[in-house]
């Protein structure tokens, strides 16, 4: 392997449109090309914390390119392969894989990268503290949003790049590893077990997730009606009684949010619960985790519950194309959980509403909901006043058109990227009214607009 790459990455002039990469996350993504499935062979020796890998990237230019830069941090590549076209040299600087082929590739090349890769992975530190492949006290943990992907697998880490993944990994006998979507095979061979799982709708590398440890699986709603989604919980043994009071509210919270935004985005949901506590819980596609913290059948523990839940429409199924628009993950989000308070009987949408802007009322005027920067992209007044503004529009058109709205919002960009600019067309063709004039002073002003009647 050369080390010396000075010109791997230099790209040649574009030939085609294509957007900038993400302004919030400069030095991660790209897009020059896009990848259209991953497929990751993972062996992973828990005691020793060493992850051998094997990735292979399907994917195809969008921009002529000398030379193909992937995201990969704290693990080294040993080899890389490009079938039917030869590798010239490969390099590692700072936080990337520079992939140099011995011809430029031109728009529209599909082209195929496998590459092997070793190390003992970490989370990567940033902004918004830890986030990647974690150790627990027995076990992995995988946080990958924002930009922790490049902990565990070479990718093109861009929220709006989105690809189908099979995700087969090794480990120690006697630990589950859940990843996301369906598990497709298993074999135990002596010390060692092999799982492999196939996320067949397409997916940001920051919702790929690897949870690893001694799990057992229950079934949350074993009586389903036909129809109803599958819903899983993997947790310790120990917690297993704990688990079921805590998340016994989860099918109905899954039927509000169905009749409220539409159809469940996959073939089923499953909740990992870790035998360590967790500061927040985190979401990945068709998956969430949860720490042993946050089974309580109070409020917040309810409520995160219900929050996360309502990611598989806002923000997995439908993902954000841009970071400045994180509002359309977590302001929904919010608003769910509000929906959530409603039905169970806690609290009335009208009230939290109220509430939050009282909250908001008293917190420092200086962040646009619409593009609050990477420093303040989780700040929970996005939460919070992101949730006002869909409750704006609620009572601008009413119920029926505001309903109507999230079920054509998540049915017309189902398992695709979407941005701020299309939400707001989406409600002027839904509703009929000026989408633009109510939702401008809370996502793009500062100051606090009134509490909306009603």
């Known amino acids: 392997m050369s080390q010396t790459a000075s010109a791997a990455a230099a790209e040649l002039p574009a030939e085609m449109p294509a957007a900038a990469p993400d302004p919030y996350m400069p030095g991660h993504g790209t897009d020059v090309y896009r990848v259209t499935r991953y497929e990751l062979d993972l062996d992973y020796r828990i005691n020793s914390n060493h992850l051998s890998g094997r990735a292979t990237l399907q994917a195809a230019t969008r921009r002529q390119t000398s030379a193909i830069v992937l995201d990969l941090t704290g693990l080294r590549a040993t080899k890389v392969?490009?079938?039917?076209?030869?590798?010239?040299?490969?390099?590692?600087?700072?936080?990337?894989?520079?992939?140099?082929?011995?011809?430029?590739?031109?728009?529209?090349?599909?082209f195929t990268l496998e590459i092997r890769y070793d190390g003992n992975p970490a989370p990567?530190?940033?902004?918004?503290?830890?986030?990647?492949?974690?150790?627990?006290?027995?076990?992995?943990?995988?946080?990958?949003?924002?930009?922790?992907a490049a902990s565990w697998f070479p990718?093109?880490?861009?929220?709006?790049?989105?690809?189908?993944?099979?995700?087969?990994?090794?480990?120690?006998?006697?630990?589950?590893?859940?990843?996301?979507?369906?598990?497709?095979?298993?074999?135990a061979r002596s010390s060692r077990e092999t799982w492999v799982y196939e996320q067949s709708e397409p997916?940001?590398?920051?919702?790929?997730?690897?949870?690893?440890?001694?799990?057992?699986?229950?079934?949350?709603?074993?009586?389903?009606?036909?129809?109803d989604v599958a819903q899983t919980a993997a947790v310790p043994v120990e917690l297993a009684a704990e688990a079921r009071t805590g998340l016994a509210r989860q099918?109905?919270?899954?039927?509000?949010?169905?009749?409220?935004?539409?159809?469940?985005?996959?073939?089923?949901?499953?909740?990992?619960?870790?035998?360590?506590?967790?500061?927040?819980?985190?979401?990945?596609?068709?998956?969430?985790?949860?720490?042993?913290?946050?089974?309580?059948?109070?409020?917040?523990?309810?409520?995160?519950?219900?929050?996360?839940l309502s990611h598989q429409w806002f923000g997995n199924s439908l993902t954000a194309a841009s970071w400045k628009d994180i509002w359309l993950h977590e302001g929904f989000a919010c608003y769910a959980e509000w929906i959530w308070s409603e039905e169970a009987g806690v609290m009335s949408v009208s009230d939290r509403a109220k509430a939050a802007w009282r909250?908001?009322?008293?917190?420092?005027?200086?962040?646009?909901?619409?593009?609050?920067?990477?420093?303040?992209?989780?700040?929970?007044?996005?939460?919070?006043?992101?949730?006002?503004?869909?409750?704006?529009?609620?009572?601008?058109?009413?119920?029926?058109?505001?309903?109507?709205?999230?079920?054509?919002?998540?049915g017309s960009h189902r398992h695709g990227s979407v941005s701020t600019e299309e939400f707001i067309l989406a409600a002027d063709r839904a509703t009929g009214m000026d989408a633009e004039a109510v939702l401008h002073p809370w996502l793009y002003e500062e100051a606090l607009p009134a509490l909306p009647a009603g």
């Not at 990567?124 to 995988?142: I, K």
């Not at 409220?260 to 979401?283: H, N, Q, R, S």
């Open 155 to 187: 990718c093109n880490d861009h929220p709006r790049d989105k690809a189908s993944y099979r995700i087969s990994i090794t480990t120690d006998a006697s630990y589950r590893p859940v990843c996301n979507g369906v598990l497709v095979s298993h074999q």
């Open 124 to 148: 990567r530190r940033g902004l918004w503290g830890e986030v990647g492949w974690e150790e627990l006290s027995d076990g992995v943990l995988v946080a990958g949003q924002p930009n922790g």
């Open 359 to 410: 909250m908001l009322n008293r917190e420092d005027q200086d962040l646009l909901v619409g593009d609050p920067g990477p420093e303040l992209m989780f700040d929970d007044r996005v939460y919070k006043r992101g949730a006002l503004a869909l409750h704006a529009v609620r009572l601008r058109c009413g119920d029926l058109a505001f309903f109507a709205l999230l079920r054509d919002w998540t």
């Open 81 to 110: 392969l490009m079938p039917g076209r030869k590798v010239r040299k490969f390099t590692q600087r700072a936080e990337q894989l520079i992939v140099v082929p011995d011809t430029a590739l031109l728009p529209g090349d599909e």
């Open 203 to 227: 997916m940001a590398s920051y919702l790929a997730t690897v949870q690893i440890g001694r799990y057992e699986l229950l079934q949350l709603n074993p009586g389903r009606a036909a129809g």
């Open 251 to 308: 099918p109905q919270m899954m039927r509000t949010f169905t009749s409220c935004f539409g159809p469940y985005p996959f073939p089923g949901y499953t909740v990992v619960v870790t035998e360590d506590a967790l500061e927040i819980p985190l979401e990945a596609q068709s998956l969430s985790i949860f720490g042993c913290n946050h089974l309580s059948t109070g409020w917040e523990s309810q409520r995160l519950i219900a929050h996360e």
